[in-house]
Structures are given as C-alpha cells and as structure tokens.
C-alpha cells in the first residue's frame, strides 16, 4: 500500500485546510481502517482521527468539532477538513493504513502503511 499525503501549507489561526491522502497498491480499500497522526516538536506522534471501513469515525478531544475525517472507496483517499484551526494544530500530519483498526485509539503499532507526510503550520 503506498500513501501520498497532500494539502498542507501555512494558514492562520481560526483558518481551515484539507488535507488529502491518496491510495495505491492495494485491491480491497473498502478494508482498511485509515487513520491520520501528526507530530509536533516535542509531542511525539499523536492520532488525530480514524474511521472503519463502515465509516464509523473517531477523533482525539482536541480537534472533536473542528476536523473532520472522510474517505472515498471508490477513489482510495482519504481526506481530514481541519476548521478553526489554533497553533496547537501545527504539525506533521501523516496518513496511516491499518487492516483493521485498533482497539485503543491512536495506537501506532496498529498501523501497517504510512505516508511520507505533509506540513502544517498555524501562525497566530
């Protein structure tokens, strides 16, 4: 499975992006649970959001209400809608492909694919 993320860049705080994650390589997208992570210096890598094969979508706290997680089978992406956006959400966002999705949100370990990755920064 390769993933290329898209649609980062700079914007300012109460702004919005959507980022992209296009799929390949594999036959049966309608399987995989899809995830997106981000990293920020001194964080670590943290789960932003996740939804099943069904749809079903989960979201760290922080970004509940403001982001929002989709996908198109039938295309093999996967997008993330970030609204009021704050600085706290500036970061390396990577797209992640699990089999299934795991158990405990957020769980790295749980994710087989990743994409390279795609900036964004929120300036105050």
């Known amino acids: 499975v390769r993933l290329v993320e898209s649609g980062g860049g700079s914007v300012q705080a109460a702004g919005s992006l959507r980022l992209s994650c296009a799929a390949s390589?594999?036959?049966?997208?309608?399987?995989?649970?899809m995830g997106w992570f981000r990293h920020s210096p001194g964080k670590g890598r943290e789960g932003v959001a996740d939804?099943?094969?069904?749809?079903?979508?989960r979201y760290i706290d922080s970004v509940k209400n403001r982001f929002t997680i989709s996908r198109d089978n039938a295309k093999g992406n996967l997008y993330l809608q970030m609204n009021r956006m704050e600085h706290e959400d500036t970061a390396m966002y990577y797209c992640?492909?699990?089999?299934?999705?795991?158990?405990?949100?957020?769980?790295?370990?749980?994710?087989?694919?990743w994409g390279e990755g795609t900036q964004v920064t929120v300036s105050l």
């Open positions: 992640a492909a699990a089999r299934f999705c795991p158990v405990t949100f957020g769980m790295e370990s749980g994710y087989q694919n």
């Open positions: 390589g594999y036959g049966h997208s309608n399987y995989y649970c």
């Open positions: 939804v099943s094969p069904n749809g079903f979508t």
